[in-house]
């Protein structure tokens, strides 16, 4: 798994009472899920059923709903419109699976 990234926050310090800047580790999941994907493809294709993404999105598409206007999962890219997997990670439709 990838290794989490490290930031600076202000924190409370209940010893003190004050306001502190501590290092903390934050999760990065787009970076899971790639690792997940590369090293379980298998599993990763039975977690997300990459290959009902396109009839998902042609499902969600035709139901003309005004508030999918504009949205990030009906841009086009790289020549296909790809539905979102999570708000961090997009997968193209025609992806292969076990490739991120």
């Known amino acids: 798994m990838p290794e989490p990234g490290l930031v600076t926050c202000k924190c409370f310090d209940p010893k003190t009472s004050k306001i502190i800047d501590e290092e903390v580790a934050i999760f990065y999941p787009h970076l899971m ?3 997940l994907a590369e090293s379980y493809p298998e599993f990763f294709q039975m977690l997300f059923k990459l290959d ?3 009839e998902f ?3 969600t ?3 003309d709903d005004g508030r999918l206007n504009n949205h990030s999962a009906t841009l086009e890219k790289g ?3 790809s539905p979102s ?4 990670m ?3 439709w025609n992806m292969n699976p076990g490739t991120a």
Do not use: I, N
């Open 57 to 59: 999105g042609e499902k």
């Open 33 to 35: 899920f790639s690792a």
């Open 90 to 92: 997009v997968m193209e």
């Open 52 to 54: 009902e993404l396109p």
């Open 61 to 63: 598409l035709a139901r």
């Open 85 to 88: 997997l999570c708000s961090h």
């Open 79 to 81: 020549g296909s419109k």
